[in-house]
């Protein structure tokens, strides 16, 4: 699974990469997670960050950051999907 943290750098967007980095490890899943700062390629997919990208689709931008049941829902759909 591919996990794009999308954010310039804020609190909120590290707020949302460690939340996803725990939820992956409850899970026991295997996820590449990256942060990317890079405002061009961030605005290819949202101009509200931070950004949560799962395997190319946008699953969340903005606020309220989602809590961690909603990032275990999210990544279980996603795999569900495969």
């Given amino acids: 699974m591919e996990i794009k943290i ?3 750098g804020c609190a ?3 707020k949302l990469g ?3 980095k725990k939820v992956v490890a409850q899970l026991g899943i295997q996820a590449d997670i990256v942060h990317i700062k890079d405002m061009k390629e961030i605005f290819k997919y949202t101009q509200l960050t931070p950004g949560l990208l799962i395997n190319g689709k946008l699953k969340h ?3 309220p950051l989602p809590s961690e049941d909603r990032i275990r829902n999210i ?3 996603e ?3 495969k």
């Fill in 75 to 77: 990544l279980i759909e």
């Fill in 61 to 63: 931008s903005g606020f």
């Fill in 79 to 81: 795999l569900i999907q």
């Fill in 12 to 14: 909120n967007c590290y």
């Fill in 18 to 20: 460690e939340t996803v």
């Fill in 6 to 8: 999308l954010g310039p």
